[in-house]
Each structure stands twice: as C-alpha cells, then as structure tokens.
Nanobody, 121 residues
Framework: QVQLVESGGGLLQAGGSLRLSCAASGRGISIYYMGWFRQAPGKERDVVAGISRSGEITNYRDSVKGRFTISRDNAKNTMYLQMNSLKPEDTAVYYC??????????????WGQGTQVTVSS
C-alpha cells in the first residue's frame, strides 16, 4: 500500500513553466513503475508520461515530447513532472499513479487526488 499526494499546480500564462511533485508515503516508490496522467473537463483521463523503477527509462505522449520531463528521486520518495513551454491545451487536472507490474501500459494500482494546472493564452 502506498499513498500519493500531488502538488505544484497553478495558474500561469502560455509559455511558462511548472514543476509538479508527487510525494509518496507508506511503501517506498522504488518498487513501482510510476506515471503522470491528466484529465480536462468532459474528457477522458490520458497518460502523459511514465518512468521505470530505476528512473532509467521514460516514456511520453507525443504532444508533450520535448516540453515535459518526468523524473524520480527514490531516496526522497518523490516523483516530478517538469513542464516547460506550457500551452492552453495542457490545462487539466494532473494525477500521479503507481503500478506494480513495471510497464507504462499499467495496471496502475494507486492514484493521487490530483492537482489543477490552468494555462491562459
């Protein structure tokens, strides 16, 4: 069992940057594949990025490649999403998730409560 809490969301203008954090408690995150998801109002929840247990392998959806960077610090039990060159279409609630089976396809067994990111034009 692990509990996940996101932070770092906010309101900013297009072209700006934010860093989201996902802090874990309970079991250490080193045993999990972890990922970031986002959901805009009226839309489905979509994967944004994923990272392997060691942090050596990362995956991104095409629309954020070159702009977003996922990372993790297992010693601090924290995962991050650095978001640069933000666009209005990035506006969503962002969630972190953890899965035991080690792939970004899932399943993801644990989820945070989400943090709002709003990008104005």
């Amino acid at each position: 069992q692990v509990q996940l809490v996101e932070s770092g969301g906010g309101l900013l203008q297009a072209g700006g940057s934010l860093r989201l954090s996902c802090a874990a408690s309970g079991r250490g995150i080193s045993i999990y594949y972890m990922g970031w998801f986002r959901q805009a109002p009226g839309k489905e929840r979509d994967v944004v990025a994923g990272i392997s247990r060691s942090g050596e392998i990362t995956n991104y959806r095409d629309s954020v490649k070159g702009r977003f960077t996922i990372s993790r610090d297992n010693a601090k039990n924290t995962m991050y999403l650095q978001m640069n060159s933000l666009k209005p279409e990035d506006t969503a609630v962002y969630y972190c998730a953890a899965g035991l089976l080690g792939t970004w396809a899932g399943p993801y067994n644990y989820w945070g409560q989400g943090t709002q990111v709003t990008v104005s034009s």
